[in-house]
């Protein structure tokens, strides 16, 4: 006999709740690193055009200068599905395990947001590869629309020659305000990606992982009255910086700790939406879909999805270093 899961609608209802919760607890930073764009179509394209002309000088009666935007590169997006399900058992609802069905309801909410800040981080901890091998067995690109890796020393414009670099390629210092300089210098050096003109970066956000020496070096930077070390104990003008914790950089795609990517240290410009490159295009959040109806000896089978895609559409909005002093 089949029942409908209407006739138990407070369980739904309190699992709605405690999977809500779950979400809201995680320590989500995907929303701080990324445009998140909503979408309606499984795919689309973006497409990068030059920053608008320099304005000319015009005589008094004449017409104003009309700029002609170039095309710069393209990058395409296809919407992917993740999905988790979490079985509740007809022994589970006979014998009263409340607290154990809602605790696996907490689980699946943590479960999608990790996901997909291990998406999100990605692009972070690759960033000095094209591509690597997800959870799934499937080959993500991690690119950017040059076709280099998001860390590189030759970047390209579409309609120039010029290229630039964001990375610091020689030995040098683990990360102190020293490479802080060394990072805001290169981003001095960032060019339009559409016409090659000189279009310097304007860095507001360290990104790092969890490394705690790292945290914390930069946090003492950040939060110094005076700059220790300097030769007259100068004042520290980093405080404008803000500090983002990425908790997965460090971890490989089968979610194991990787060492040589702990020191990882981003510089970037995030709060400008014209000049953030990372993406992600979702046709649907994270949901929480409960079962309409099932047999009265069955397993119910709530579930939590969401569809995305996600990338980088420009790479003069960050400079890196590995962390460690070595060169690249």
Known sequence: MAISTAQFSDLTKNAMVQWEEARKEFNSVRQSLYNIINVSEKTSEYSNISSTPTARRRSEGDDAYKGTLKQGYTKNFSQSEIALQVDVTKQLRMFDKYDEIMKRMRQMGRSAERRMELDAASLLSYAWATSYTNLDGETVTTSTP??????????????SSNTFSNEIS???????????????????NFIDEADGRSMPANFDSIITGRHAPTVHTVKRILLSDRLQGTADNDKNDFYMYNHIIVPFLDLDADETRNSDKARYCFLASLGNMDDNGFVIEQSQGIQFEAPEQVFESSTWQYMTTALYDFGTIRAGFLAATKGDGSAV
């Open 146 to 159: 040059d076709g280099l890796s998001l860390i590189n020393p030759s970047h390209t414009a579409n309609g």
């Open 170 to 188: 020689s030995t040098h210092k683990p990360i102190s305000v020293d490479v802080l300089e060394e990072l805001e210098e290169l981003g001095n």
